[in-house]
């Protein structure tokens, strides 16, 4: 292929390496594709049928996710024709379960029958839970869409809450594959697939089980994914809207690896937490630990007061006692033991500007190297 | 780490989490990896799914990454350094070995050569249990590797001989050609979040950050010039394991802990705390009231990760930024501030104003840090070592040549572990994690979701042993090493082999370190964590 290989898209040329898709293209030049079911990493799938564009010359509209760029394409991302075909997948997509955000139907300015049934299944008073972080609903907006003009499904699978982490609510499923395409080919902990056929088709485990007797082992990639409310962190659901949430970018406490994580934040709460998906190492990857395992932070047994114990009991002291009190008994035996008499562990677990001063601590003021950390253990 | 320094010059992974995607064979050894960094783990599985990679996997315990393995050997308890001089000798014996790499970038190939010369396949067979045809056809494979990566853990350090271990693999790696280059090297995995970090920055009783050693004069005239003090000392002090032991005889009379939990992470912890009880001062920094903190005399209440500025530097040497989310409860304190007002009460002033302050203080004195800076990490970590700001880090360590020169093969002899099995103690014990929990489980512990999939610790074993030993799935049992005993249920389980059983060393009140021997590497002083012998009776 020449240096010159180039497609034209609204328009505007583009150049594009072999192998690109439309999508691809569209993406690094910044031209907006709606898509529901494209997961970065992972094989195009096709399934959502919302990232389809207009070439000049096909029969029909392709899905850019899967068409490979080739040269002198012509392309239009937003003609009559794609909006059409778009606002079509939208409402069917919008009619096949609980998606009982406003946009289904609230011209009346009360909540409708199917809204309030939905949240009697829910056992909630709020709309959807993805209310306000839901690309459906952002799409549905945008072509201005509702999922009246077609029958709903009947027959919905029932919610699985048996996990402590996980809440899959088939209810709200699209089928988009995302969850599937993140479990097996980002996690690659296989534990989840399409099952069954046609209408009755949905996401299961090796013989639709609860994920907590399956191969799951939580580290919630899927609800990283998914577009929509089908899986939802069961601690968080209905705590929070984005909008009341403040996220802080950090790294992840536990183990070496240094995954980058959002806190988002509530009320000086953690909430939930989330991979950073534009950063390495982890590029939005996470455990269990690091995506569930966050309510140390907030636990009733931290350490909120200097101790001092007398006579085998603990008691409350003050910064200025307990700090005299040390300062006083280190002085005393560095200069009545000696220095090497007083050891110093540090941590792995604290930062290296914290490891920096206790070692500068130990070396400049107690005068020894009698400092070490937890590695060898 | 001590292993990797005297082969190559520096104790650290040689290369990066993202470059493992490269690699058209792993070798991972002693290293859970899919419960312990589950999310490095998903690079290796990838590989392997989608780049045809092959994964060699040796561990005793039937882990969950054997399941995307080629190959799965078996090795007995401590067998290590056999297993892996076999593969050498394999190596060399059918010619395989990158004869570029070992003539222009190592020393001392002639003496590995002797000394592999009689690990043959058969010899080693009856050490290690591994069937030679499997130790020929890894050795193969590994050779056959453009880019071989390895991969290990405490797996392989926590041995009396970890340090033989780890020089075992970097002769490995050498002898093939494995290093400087993308895709490959030797890579030990960091348990912690900071272990990394916690050695740059010289939490360790012989170097200044970044490794200078407290012997040098040079370096010591250094730090004594920028923190402004004299008389500080020359002579290294003494190791977490030497310290602990020090305090029993009253060589000790204070330490000063901050953010660790000895009384559950220590070998032989009946010991470890009668040590600790005879001290004077006891001090324990901590977010919580640890095992080891009810035994201080003070304690001090600090912050978690999510409550503080600052960096942690993971596993791959990349220095990366942690920041305030929310404000800390009560009265804790950053960890920094409580030891400066300890040092300013002490007649040393130590002010900042803020972490960042300190680690431009850092930069100063270490030369692998230099170039890093707050603002050059705002998005993304650095790998050091970077010297200074125009630098761009350096993710793939040892390329065109070592820090030392030439890479240094060691020539290592087979030594079996310390402690044996025998007719009262016929089992032999290894501890590790589970995907759930982590370390002391001081913060895992707090989840319950994470409590309800892994709630109390487990003794898993053979189907086989639990029957030789009467022991039925599901009951609590005890067991019993030659210095403490506990309490666990029993997991009859596929990931046991037959004489070795697995207890995870998360839980404080059945601590599987009131097992463990405390017998060290005499080099690096870890203790043998995965290696004693234990009998378990209903």
């Known amino acids: ?377 | 780490m001590a292993g990797l320094a005297a082969a190559f010059g520096s104790g650290a992974m040689t290369n990066t989490i993202g470059d493992i995607a490269e690699a058209d064979v792993f070798l991972a050894t002693g290293t859970n990896t899919t419960e312990n960094h589950p999310v490095l783990s998903s690079f290796v599985k990838r590989a392997v799914k989608f780049n045809n990679a092959k994964l060699i996997v040796v561990d005793p315990r039937r882990i969950k990454l054997t399941e995307h393995a080629e190959m799965f050997l078996r090795p007995n308890l401590g067998t290590d350094v056999a297993w892996i001089n076999s593969l050498m000798h394999v190596i060399i014996k059918e010619d395989l070995y990158d004869k570029k790499f070992v003539d222009t970038r190592t020393n001392g190939f002639e003496e590995l050569k002797k000394i592999v010369e009689k690990f043959t396949p058969d010899f080693v067979e009856s050490i290690t249990g591994i069937l030679s045809e499997d130790i020929i056809a890894a050795a193969k494979m590994y050779a056959g590797a453009e880019k071989g990566c390895i991969l290990y853990c405490m797996g392989i350090t926590q041995h009396t001989t970890g340090t033989d271990n780890v020089k075992s693999l970097a002769n490995l790696a050498m002898l093939c050609g494995n290093l400087g280059i993308r895709g490959g090297g030797v890579n030990p995995l960091r348990g912690q979040n900071n272990v990394q970090g916690a050695c740059d920055m010289s939490g360790l009783p012989n170097v200044f950050t970044g490794y200078q050693p407290v012997t040098n004069k040079d370096f010591l005239k250094k730090h004594e010039e920028k923190w402004g003090v004299t008389g500080m000392s020359d002579q290294p002090g003494l190791t977490v394991t030497a310290m602990v032991p020090k305090a029993h005889d009253g060589e000790i009379k204070a330490i000063y802990i901050i953010g660790e939990n000895p009384l559950v992470s220590d070998p032989d912890l009946n010991h470890a705390e009668e040590c600790l009880s005879r001290l004077d001062l006891l001090v324990v920094q901590d977010i919580f009231l640890t095992e080891t903190a009810k035994m201080a005399d003070v304690v001090f209440p600090s912050v978690c990760f999510a409550e503080k500025d600052g960096t942690f530097s993971n596993t791959e040497r990349r220095v990366q930024r942690i920041r305030k989310a929310v404000e800390p409860p009560g009265e804790a304190k950053d960890d920094w501030w409580i030891t400066c007002e300890i040092a300013k009460r002490m007649g040393y002033d130590m002010t900042y104003e803020n972490a960042e302050e300190i680690f431009k203080e850092i930069s100063e004195l270490t030369p692998s840090y230099g170039g890093i800076n707050y603002p050059r990490i705002e998005h993304e970590g650095i790998h050091w070592p970077c010297p200074d700001e125009n630098h761009p880090g350096t993710p793939i360590l040892h390329i065109g040549q070592f820090p030392i020169g030439k890479g240094n093969f060691h020539a290592i002899d087979y030594i079996p572990p310390a402690e044996k099995t025998d007719d009262e103690y016929p089992l032999y014990l290894t501890t590790g994690r589970v995907i759930y929990h982590y370390h002391t489980g001081t913060m895992t512990r707090k989840t319950a979701g994470l409590n309800e999939r892994s709630p109390e610790s487990f003794v898993e074993i053979s189907s086989d042993d639990a029957a030789a030993y009467n022991l039925e799935d599901g009951t609590i049992v005890n067991i019993a090493s030659r210095r403490g005993r506990i309490k666990a249920r029993v997991a009859v389980s596929e990931k046991a082999v037959n004489g070795t059983v697995f207890i995870p060393f998360h839980f404080a009140e059945a601590a599987a370190n009131k097992l463990t021997n405390a017998a060290l590497d005499p080099v690096s002083s870890i203790p043998e964590y995965k290696v004693c012998a234990v009998k378990v009776e209903s």
């Open chain 1, 1 to 377: 292929m020449s240096d010159s290989s180039s497609i034209t898209i609204n328009g505007n040329k583009f150049s594009f390496d072999s192998g690109e898709t439309l999508l691809d293209v569209a993406v690094r030049n910044h031209i907006d594709i709606p898509t529901l079911c494209h997961l970065k990493g992972a094989t195009p799938t096709g399934a959502c049928r919302v990232c389809v564009v207009e070439v000049e010359g096909a029969k029909s509209l392709v899905e850019s996710c899967a068409t490979p760029a080739s040269n002198d394409m012509i392309i239009q991302t937003e003609s009559p024709k794609v909006i059409a075909s778009r606002k079509m997948t939208l409402q069917l997509l919008l009619s096949s379960g609980n998606h009982n955000c406003a946009i289904r139907g609230s011209d009346s300015g009360d909540w409708t029958d199917f809204q309030i049934r939905v949240q009697q299944e829910d056992g909630s008073t709020d709309l959807c839970p993805a209310w306000g972080d839901c690309r459906l609903q952002d799409l549905a907006y945008r072509y201005q869409v509702s999922g009246d003009h077609y029958p709903g499904d009947e027959d919905l699978s029932p919610m699985e809450r048996v996990n402590p982490f996980i809440i899959r609510d088939f209810s709200r499923c699209i089928l988009c594959g995302k969850c599937v395409a993140a479990c097996n080919e980002i996690q690659v902990n296989e534990a989840i697939d399409f099952g069954y056929r046609g209408a009755s088709t949905k996401i299961i485990t090796a013989g639709d089980r609860p994920l907590k007797d399956s191969d799951c082992v939580f580290c919630g990639e899927c609800i990283q994914v998914c577009p929509v409310a089908a899986l939802v962190e069961k601690d968080a659901r209905y705590d929070a809207r984005p909008w009341d949430l403040k996220k802080v970018k950090t790294t992840c406490t536990y183990c070496g690896v240094g995954c980058q994580i959002l806190l988002h934040v509530k009320d000086n709460r953690v909430i939930k937490v989330t991979g950073v998906e534009d950063a390495e190492p982890n590029f939005g990857s996470l455990c269990v630990k690091g995506r569930f395992g966050f309510h140390f932070i907030h636990s009733p047994e931290r350490l909120t007061s200097p101790l001092i114990k007398e006579n085998g009991e603990f008691r409350e002291a003050s910064w200025e006692e307990a700090i005299g009190l040390v300062a006083e008994k280190l002085t005393h035996i560095r200069d009545s033991s000696g220095p090497d008499s007083i050891g110093v562990l540090t941590s792995a677990r604290i930062s290296n500007e914290e490891n920096y001063i206790a070692q500068k601590f130990t070396r400049a003021v107690l005068k020894t190297n009698n400092i070490d950390h937890c590695a060898r253990l």
